[in-house]
């Protein structure tokens, strides 16, 4: 059985910052690739920032040069690192990650979520 589970949303006002992380647990081999998505109300889920086991990252451009994705692999973790908040940055933040129990065998996981708001 494996979990993530998200901590750090909350509410802040535009231009500020605040610091997403999520913890991997359970029955982990090893995990490849890590990221963060959201979805804002009425829209689809969307992919924010993802990195992989060697510390490559990809960023969706709304979010380039605002955020920043890094891991610690010792501790499964994922963070996600936000400045200069805009109020079109408010949803549901949801970590996910491709996570072998066993070396044959990988699956994708996700988060529960964690809100966002950015308001005034």
């Known amino acids: 059985q494996v979990q993530l589970v998200e901590s750090g949303g909350g509410l802040v006002q535009p231009g500020g910052s605040l610091r997403l992380s999520c913890a991997a647990s359970?029955?982990?081999?090893?995990?490849?690739?890590m990221g963060w998505y959201r979805q804002a109300p009425g829209k689809q889920r969307e992919l924010v920032a993802t990195?992989?086991?060697?510390?490559?990252?990809n960023y969706a451009d709304s979010v380039k040069g605002r955020f920043t994705i890094s891991r610690d692999n010792a501790k499964n973790t994922v963070y996600l690192q936000m400045n200069t908040l805009k109020p079109e940055d408010t949803a549901v933040y949801y970590c996910?990650?491709?996570?072998?129990?066993?070396?044959?065998?990988?699956?994708?996981?996700w988060g529960p979520g964690t809100q966002v708001t950015v308001s005034s």
């Open positions: 990195i992989t086991s060697g510390g490559s990252t």
């Open positions: 996910n990650a491709a996570i072998l129990a066993t070396p044959w065998h990988e699956y994708d996981y």
């Open positions: 359970g029955s982990i081999f090893s995990i490849n690739a």
